[in-house]
């Protein structure tokens, strides 16, 4: 038979190939993966330890990509408490309408565990690409794990460790630089019980160089 591929066009395992890795039928992983009747825990282990092994994607991702549904994109944020997090999906959303990608946005609430679930939602959906704010950038083993996937991975203001993706990331630094050098160049003072650490430094650095170097 016709060997399926995912979204980067590498080859995904099969159900009958999870079940020969695991020593079981195939209908003994069905039932894993559906919950449809109990199975031993030392069964389900191995099976799950199958689906890690050979990054075993459900039928109903290869349902998704047989129709075609690689203009789907998602998007994992913290919360939207946060002003910033709130306009990187205002950001997201308008830009992706323009490129005709529909956005499934999803929150982590800060939860490492639920973002781990989100991200595997979210391939074995057979998104086109992800775009996430993660809640544990040190978790290397899993992202990279993931990457085998073929899905690009983009991550947006914390950057992951270890490994190579896609990363954006707001130039805090230089944009503080900027607007501080601008006040000082204006007359403004700062007053220590208003100083952020940032801006401490900053105007330290600009006395101690007699401005030369913040303003030029």
Request: hydrophobic share 35%; glycine share 6%.
């Amino acid at each position: 038979c016709k060997k399926r591929k995912n979204a980067g066009g590498g080859i995904m395992a099969t159900l009958k190939e999870v079940a020969k890795r695991a020593g079981v039928s195939t209908a003994t992983v069905s039932c894993c993966l559906s919950g449809a009747r109990n199975v031993r825990a030392e069964t389900k282990l191995r099976v799950q330890q199958a689906i890690e092994d050979l990054k075993y994607i459900p039928n109903a991702a290869a349902r998704s990509l047989k129709k075609m549904q690689t203009n789907k994109l998602g998007v994992i944020l913290p919360d939207l408490s946060d002003h910033f997090f709130s306009e990187i999906l205002r950001g997201l959303s308008q830009r992706l309408q323009e490129e005709n990608y529909l956005l499934t946005m999803a929150l982590s609430y800060w939860s490492p565990k639920r973002e781990c679930e989100l991200i595997d939602t979210f391939l074995n959906e057979n998104v086109a690409g992800l775009l996430l704010v993660s809640c544990q950038p040190e978790n290397t083993a899993f992202f990279r794990s993931r990457q085998t996937y073929g899905v690009p991975m983009v991550f947006l203001h914390f950057r992951p460790h270890g490994i190579e993706a896609g990363f954006v990331e707001m130039d805090t630094y230089t944009t503080t630089k900027a607007l501080t050098a601008e006040l000082l160049r204006k007359g403004y003072h700062f007053y220590s019980d208003t100083d952020t650490e940032v801006a401490v430094k900053l105007i330290d650095y600009y006395y101690n160089n007699n401005g030369s170097n913040l303003l030029s």
